[in-house]
Each structure stands twice: as C-alpha cells, then as structure tokens.
C-alpha cells in the first residue's frame, strides 16, 4: 500500500499515575526526544512515504550494528540483503547458541522500495539483541504477483539454511513485515506452497511480526496494486486470511496496527486476521496504536521516533518470548561468519 504522510493525531501518553515517578533527567530526556521526535515528524513521515529514510538513517547509522551489505540470496539484482549483527547488544543467554534471527521485509505497494531505506529498521532490530537481514525483492513494474513472495520465500530459505553462519540460532528465525511487506511475510507464515518450493516449510520459523498489514484486500481499489496483482481476475487465493486453516498449527504471531490507518483498513486486515487465527488456536499478540499512522508506525522503531510507539519493545519482546522450534533439540555449534561474501 503506497504511504502518504502521516499527521500526530495525538499527544504521547504521559507516565502512568502508578508508575515510579520518573527523576528529573529522566523527564527532561524523554521531553527532549518527544520535542525533537515531534519536529522531525514533518521530514520523516514523507520520506517514508518513498522519497527515501534519510533522516532517520543518519541517527541509525551511529549505532554501528551494519556488518555485511549485498548479500546475495539469488543471481539477480533485486536479490540481495544487508546484514546487521547485535554485537554487544546480545544478551549472554544468546551467545552459545546465537541470537534470534529476524527477517525484515519493507512495504511500498509492491512497486517501491530499497534495503539501504531501512537501515534504520535494522539498526534498531539489531539493538534488541537480534541478528537481522533486511532484503530486497523484485518490484513492479518489472514482476508482479507472485514474483515477489517467490523471492522471499528464497531469502528466506537462504536465512534458513545460513543462520549459524550469520551468528543466529536457526530455531528461532522470525519474519518481520511492514505494509506490504507485512503481507509478504504472511504469506510465507501461512501458505505453505512459497516455502516448499524452496525446500522449506513454514514450521521451520518460529514465529512472525506483520504491521499495518493488507491481509484481505478484495476487491482491489489502489490503481498501482489492481496492476500488481491482475485485478480484476485476481484470485482469492492471494489474501493471506484465505490460508489460515492451510497448516495443522499456525505459527505464533505478531500482529500490530495503528487505530487510525488511511491506507490499510486495520479492522477488517488486522483484526480480522487476528480473529480467524485465534478462532484456529493460533498464538496470537495483537497491539493497536493510537499515536501513529500507517508510515509512522514502522518510522517509530527507530529513534527518535520512538516516544510515537511502542511498537519496538513490543515485537521485540514477542521475539524474545517465543520458544524455539523444537525447543528440547541438542545444540549446535554456530559456524564462523566469514563465510558470508560481499558484494
């Protein structure tokens, strides 16, 4: 879904009366942030909406986790991803085994978009402990449905196989997705014929994060996604909430959305899905924002966006708390790194 600017629909909460009342530094840096979060908003909105991420990357950029970019996951241009490491950001519990790996897929209505745009994402991702590949896929106008979800589902596969060699744990391997990159990842979490055609399986993946997600989308309206996806002989096989029974038990997710969203109807995407997987027994978390639109809630991972959402404490301790797949299996040694070449 294409993003326009999002406007501050409201104030950011103030301390809970029950908390501990914070000291006055803490007060003072919090209202620094929220100030300056607040005069970025004018600049940072718009560049999510495609112009580009460069404010928040160069905050992004000082945080050093970037390691690898370029990495190829198939012979073609669009198939590539940068690498961020935890660093000294992993938690003890994490370093016999790896961190978890996370799989960042941005949104841009299928048409735009580039990895270097979400540096901030992995940046911030990286931050909470977690390794993270940020990719690319394949665009219209050059491909359409379902070119995409297949280069995906090979970037997934590659994180599948190569975990060790990033440094993560591939037991716990999740894929993270804004917009229409949220819809990617469900997909893949949810139809098992992406990830089988690169010998995988949804059950592989511990688990998944989508936000502000167009999860059941018919009929098409937006003029560049009717073209994305051959609207109006558009299949209902396409929409991720048509395959919520496709699996004998759906992986724990994630699913976030802000209350007021001018692009994707968070009632019927969002909590209709939530509701169809619940209704399946499906581990589902599922937060509602009241303070961000649809760029800003991606936008509000990084700093100093933050103060908007919680958005990054959220998913990050849905990560954290999602067991391992095949929790009880023997450790493996993780393999060295500098098997991952450059481009």
């Known amino acids: ?204 993946l511990a688990g998944w994060v989508g936000l502000a997600g167009p999860y059941d989308f018919l009929p098409i309206g937006d003029p560049t996604t009717r073209l994305v996806f051959d609207w109006p002989t558009t299949s209902p096989d396409t929409q991720p909430a048509a395959h919520v029974a496709d699996l004998p038990r759906a992986l724990p997710a994630f699913l976030g959305a802000p209350l007021e969203d001018h692009v994707v109807d968070p009632i019927r995407n969002t909590q209709g899905l939530v509701d169809k997987l619940r209704d399946r027994g499906a581990a589902v978390t599922y937060r509602t924002y009241g303070h961000v639109g649809h760029a800003l809630l991606v936008g509000s991972l990084a700093w100093p966006l933050t103060p908007f959402s919680s958005v990054l404490d959220d998913s990050a301790d849905f990560i954290r708390a999602t067991p391992p797949v095949g929790a009880d299996a023997g450790s493996a040694p993780l393999a060295s790194a500098s098997g991952i070449a450059r481009r």
């Open 1 to 204: 879904m294409r993003f326009p600017p999002d406007p501050v629909t409201s104030p950011v909460s103030p301390d809970s009366p029950t908390s501990p009342p914070p000291s006055r530094l803490h007060r003072v840096r919090r209202f620094t942030a929220w100030v300056f979060g607040v005069a970025s908003i004018a600049v940072a909105a718009p560049a999510l909406a495609g112009a580009g991420t460069g404010l928040l990357n160069f905050f992004a950029a000082a945080r050093g986790h970037e390691d690898v970019r370029g990495v190829a996951y198939g012979p073609l241009e669009r198939q590539r991803f940068d690498v961020y490491r935890p660093g000294t950001s992993q938690s003890d519990a994490d370093k016999p085994r790896g961190s978890p790996l996370v799989i960042f897929v941005y949104g841009g209505t299928w048409s735009m978009g580039d990895r270097g745009d979400y540096r901030f994402a992995g940046e911030a991702l990286a931050a909470q402990g977690f390794t993270v590949m940020v990719i690319d896929y394949r665009l219209y106008p050059d491909v359409r449905y379902p070119a995409f979800l297949q280069d995906c589902a090979r970037a997934v596969g590659y994180g599948l196989e190569h975990a060790a060699e990033l440094g993560a744990d591939p037991r716990r391997v999740f894929l993270y997705g804004h917009s229409a990159g949220a819809y990617n990842v469900a997909m893949l979490a949810l139809d098992p014929r992406w990830l089988a055609a690169v010998g995988h399986a949804p059950s592989e």
